[in-house]
């Protein structure tokens, strides 16, 4: 299930909710006015890098071939 963040445009707060498909049509309410008035908006987590930035693999420490096992590789 994804999950989508949303502001409320009643109250302004920023809240989190998981959709249950991409297709659901759903009523969203706010947390804390129950307003149905919201916007869904990208999540902050989305925008640190964006699509057209190149996919660097994650660094690792420790570990089988992380530099610390002395395996060698």
Same mark, same amino acid.
């Given at each position: 299930?994804?999950?989508?963040?949303?502001? &409320?445009?009643s109250c302004?707060?920023?809240?989190?909710r998981? %959709? /249950?498909?991409m297709?659901?049509?759903e009523?969203?309410? &706010?947390d804390r &006015?129950?307003s149905?008035?919201? /916007? /869904? %908006?990208?999540? /902050?987590?989305a925008?640190v890098?964006?699509?057209?930035?190149?996919?660097t693999?994650?660094?690792?420490?420790?570990g089988c &071939?992380?530099?610390s $096992?002395? $395996?060698g590789?």
């Amino acid at each position: 299930m994804p999950l989508y963040e949303y502001v &409320c445009n009643s109250c302004e707060v920023t809240f989190d909710r998981l %959709v /249950r498909s991409m297709t659901a049509v759903e009523a969203v309410m &706010c947390d804390r &006015c129950s307003s149905e008035d919201v /916007r /869904r %908006v990208p999540s /902050r987590f989305a925008s640190v890098g964006g699509l057209d930035d190149p996919i660097t693999p994650m660094q690792t420490s420790g570990g089988c &071939c992380g530099g610390s $096992c002395g $395996c060698g590789h």
